[in-house]
């Protein structure tokens, strides 16, 4: 069974000529379902819009105050990549609404997949600040609802850029594990492998940073050799997936040489970690390439559903294994105690979580 959560017609969202988090994205994504030949067995779900009780788990108030009277008032720049719209407070509110349903719907039925088309994206944004295109965190919101319930939620994070917003709002959270794979140098500069997690949380912080040119190889070994023994001492319950394109070979923002073989590879790797059906659903972020992002989705999609598209092999050859030990390395030594919490210092003397 695949859930999909997605209401293009409610996207009013718009960032501009030429920007590139841009409504056509959430379309390449549906194209994906189609191009995988999955659209007549798709369940589509009804969109809604989150609430403010439900936006408090992973925001503060006085944030969403500032983002909604913005919108409101005709919106404006929040940085020098962020754009905020009239329609954006409403389009921010179903994307999140949207995974929601997508935790609900498999929540009732107790089987299948769930895939969320929204934008804008959201492991960017904290709980107090949008940045890197992202207004709301999507998956920042459900794993909050997720935990507030009693579940153990996995948060894997294949996105090109590291999803600095969802491992703040969980850097100090036992209920949540957060895995990050991610280009390195790159925007927006957190992630390096020694960010473990808080006080509470030693070691439920997992950064792999990787070197541009990394292929597929280079993460099925980070997920063989690192992430999975993580896992298994975690025990999750509910595995979600900020499931961002972008560091796919054909990304203009990035410089991974990932297919989509590779992502639908990765995703059949997440799915075994949680142990049961109707416990897994992913989350559009970043994907700049239009084709690659309708590629990879349909890929994702099909092989989680036991299909055979597959538009492009996986790819091998890379560089990345070296920076994979030391990761792993690190993530050894915070749970060992060497540094559980270690929070780095950038320049400023602000912490790097």
């Not at 404006?76 to 949207?98: E, F, I, N």
């Not at 006080?199 to 940073?209: Q, S």
Request: proline fraction near 7%.
């Amino acid at each position: 069974m695949l859930y999909v959560s997605a209401s293009p017609e409610l996207d009013h969202h718009l960032t501009g000529a030429g920007h590139p988090e841009r409504p056509e994205r959430a379309v390449a994504a549906l194209d994906g379902v189609r191009a995988a030949g999955l659209q007549d067995a798709a369940v589509v779900l009804a969109p809604r819009q989150a609430v403010r009780a439900e936006l408090v788990r992973a925001h503060d108030a006085g944030y969403l105050d500032r983002i909604e009277e913005l919108c409101h008032a005709g919106g404006g720049r929040l940085d020098a990549d962020t754009v905020a719209s009239p329609g954006s407070w409403p389009t921010a509110l179903t994307a999140v609404g949207g995974a929601l349903a997508a935790v609900e719907a498999l929540q009732a039925s107790g089987e299948g997949v769930a895939f969320v088309a929204h934008r804008p994206p959201g492991h960017h944004a904290t709980a107090d600040q949008a940045m890197g295109f992202c207004l709301l965190n999507n998956v920042a919101v459900a794993a909050a609802t997720l935990a507030e319930q009693g579940e153990r939620v996995l948060v894997v994070d294949w996105d090109v850029h590291h999803g600095n917003g969802t491992q703040a709002i969980f850097w100090d959270d036992p209920r949540v594990l957060y895995v990050s794979t991610h280009q390195w140098p790159l925007y927006p500069g957190t992630g390096a492998a020694q960010a473990t997690g808080g006080p509470r949380a030693p070691g439920l912080t997992l950064n792999v940073p990787l070197p541009a040119g990394a292929t597929g190889d280079v993460l099925r070994y980070a997920f063989d050799t690192v992430v999975w023994p993580a896992v298994v001492r975690f025990a999750p319950t509910w595995a979600l997936v900020s499931a961002g394109f972008d560091a796919h070979r054909s990304d203009p923002l990035a410089d991974m040489h990932l297919s989509a073989g590779d992502f639908a590879d990765l995703a059949v790797l997440v799915s075994q970690m949680v142990g049961r059906p109707g416990r897994m659903v992913l989350v559009l972020e970043g994907g700049y390439d239009l084709a690659a992002v309708t590629a990879s989705t349909g890929s994702v999609l099909s092989a989680l559903v036991g299909g055979s598209f597959r538009p492009e092999a996986a790819t091998s050859g890379g560089p990345g294994r070296e920076m994979v030990d030391r990761a792993g390395a690190a993530h050894a030594g915070a749970l060992d105690g060497a540094a559980p919490g270690q929070v780095l210092k950038a320049a400023g003397g602000e912490p790097i979580i």
